[in-house]
């Protein structure tokens, strides 16, 4: 079936505005992940979700980030007030919570950029 | 709390020649599970290989292996008769085998560059 799709592939944005970044996961993969990539750095983890809730949510740098998730399915990561340090690409990822593994699987990011 | 090491900013290998990347990680426990990644400039993440820390085989995909040294904490990858297509980012990460605990802690990365 189809991978992790995310969308929009590329959103530039003025300083002050708030950006909605959207992530459709694998169809039954209840775990999803948001990482951030920042140019030159490794991936830095924000959220997990399994199912709608987040019982991991260490990783949202301030309180302008947030995240949800519906239906156990599509996940929105909104940062509000953007700043031009929250430029860099968004990558989510989901995985199944039932095996021994749980590899995650990676959608091709959103690459966001703050003027 | 885990970290992740990648000491390599950038490797070059020639093509068809074979190049180890290098990966160290520090943690306290004794089950855990490693990955390496792969990111082509298309920004996708491709699972390349993963190791179960309590299985002593080193784990094998086609021409990758990983050289698992458990108690000095290290899992390099060798690629073995490099391909162009192998050029890109590559991640080492680290996750936890409990639940509720599922996120990966990566490397910085290394970027590998094949020289035809």
């Known amino acids: 079936g189809a991978g992790v799709s995310q969308s929009p592939s590329n959103k530039v944005t003025e300083k002050g505005k708030d950006v909605e970044l959207r992530c459709d996961p694998i169809?039954?993969?209840?775990?999803l992940y948001w990482y951030r990539q920042s140019l030159g750095q490794g991936l830095e983890f924000l959220i997990y979700?399994?199912?709608?809730?987040?019982?991991?949510k260490s990783g949202l740098p301030s309180d302008r980030f947030s995240a949800e998730r519906t239906g156990g399915s599509v996940s929105t990561l909104t940062i509000q007030r953007t700043q031009q340090e929250d430029s860099a690409v968004y990558l989510c990822a989901s995985s199944l919570t039932s095996g021994t593994a749980y590899e995650q699987y990676f959608g091709p990011g959103t690459r966001l950029t703050v003027t | 709390a885990q970290t992740v090491t990648q000491s390599q900013p950038e490797m070059s290998v020639q093509e068809a020649e074979t190049v180890t990347l290098s990966c160290t990680y520090d943690?306290?426990?004794?089950?855990?599970?490693l990955f390496w990644y792969k990111q082509p400039p298309s920004r996708q993440m491709i699972l390349v290989i993963r190791?179960?820390?309590?299985?002593?085989q080193n784990a094998t995909e086609n021409r990758f292996s990983v050289n698992f040294q458990k108690a000095a904490k290290s899992f390099s990858l060798k690629i073995s008769d490099s391909q162009l297509g192998d050029a890109a980012m590559y991640f080492c990460?680290?996750?936890?085998?409990?639940?509720?605990?599922?996120?990966?802690?990566f490397g910085t990365g290394t970027r590998l560059k094949v020289l035809a």
């Open positions: 169809s039954g993969h209840t775990a």
């Open positions: 943690t306290s426990e004794s089950d855990y599970y």
């Open positions: 190791q179960e820390a309590y299985k002593q």
């Open positions: 979700f399994q199912g709608n809730s987040a019982p991991d």
């Open positions: 990460a680290y996750r936890r085998p409990l639940a509720g605990t599922y996120k990966y802690i």
